[in-house]
């Protein structure tokens, strides 16, 4: 990996956030050249990325403003070589995404179509572009196809790559726009793009509002731990480990194709409330 990314100039879209820090940390521990886009702010304030400010080439913007993701792209490209792009840039909350479901729609589907767009109009050279879906995109299972599904030998669902989608919230279904989209702009024009659909990240940096950092404040200022619907199962892939889910598929994975990975194994909210 190290022989790959030394000195490649990469792009990491949403690289303020919980995941986008962690890969960011990690492509510079490889010795990547880091550019990364984020969402102006009147403060200018990094939040997870003050640390290695002077490490990285940072790009304000809104992903809806194509000017500035081809601003972007623009100074990638100058940069020679054949960058990566890591697509991780989105409204990220499925709650959030009921209440806010325009700027969510707007933000994970046309700034994807800005970025793709912008790649085939300024003729990136890419190495390859990695857009972030969701395992959200799955929803739950639909009984008329269930026989397209894989279950373990306890009954166990096991999701991947070539599951039914059914995506239930504003959220899960913008991304799983922006996956098509990914995948249409590989078949119309050849970049070189793959998806990647993580499941429940968890680890430093993460937004109280998700599940696991919501057990441990409570834990910590509370007697008492209050939670929802308990009995849901997820699977938690620790944050540092996701992020090189990320970078093994963008370097190693086959255009056009989608990579499903997470920790392997679901635990139910009260059992990981419990642990």
């Not at 639909?142 to 995506?167: C, M, Q, T």
């Amino acid at each position: 990996i190290k022989q790959l990314l030394r000195g490649r100039p990469v792009l990491v879209t949403g690289a303020d956030g919980f995941v986008g820090s962690h890969l960011v940390d990690a492509l510079l521990a490889f010795g990547a050249q880091v550019h990364v886009f984020i969402r102006a702010s009147s403060s200018g304030m990094l939040h997870n990325l003050s640390h290695v400010r002077a490490q990285i080439k940072i790009h304000r913007g809104e992903l809806t403003d194509v000017r500035a993701v081809a601003g972007a792209l623009r100074a990638l490209k100058s940069d020679g070589g054949k960058p990566v792009i890591f697509h991780l840039g989105a409204q990220s909350h499925v709650g959030e995404s009921w209440g806010r479901p325009f700027e969510t729609a707007s933000t994970n589907i046309l700034g994807t179509l800005n970025l793709l767009q912008s790649a085939v109009d300024l003729d990136l050279d890419l190495h390859s572009l990695d857009a972030a879906g969701s395992s959200e995109e799955y929803g739950n299972v639909l009984e008329e196809v269930k026989d397209h599904y894989r279950f373990d030998a306890h009954g166990g669902l096991i999701l991947d790559e070539r599951s039914p989608v059914n995506p239930q919230s504003p959220y899960a279904v913008a991304k799983l726009a922006a996956d098509f989209l990914t995948r249409s702009f590989h078949r119309a024009y050849g970049i070189p793009a793959i998806v990647t659909r993580m499941f429940n990240n968890y680890g430093p940096r993460q937004n109280p509002r998700f599940v696991t950092p919501t057990i441990i404040t409570q834990a910590l200022s509370s007697d008492c731990v209050r939670l929802g619907y308990v009995p849901a199962k997820r699977d938690f892939c620790f944050v540092k480990d996701g992020a090189m889910g990320h970078v093994h598929a963008a370097l190693f994975g086959a255009p056009g194709e989608v990579y499903v990975y997470g920790n392997g194994q679901s635990i139910s909210i009260l059992d990981w409330y419990q642990t």
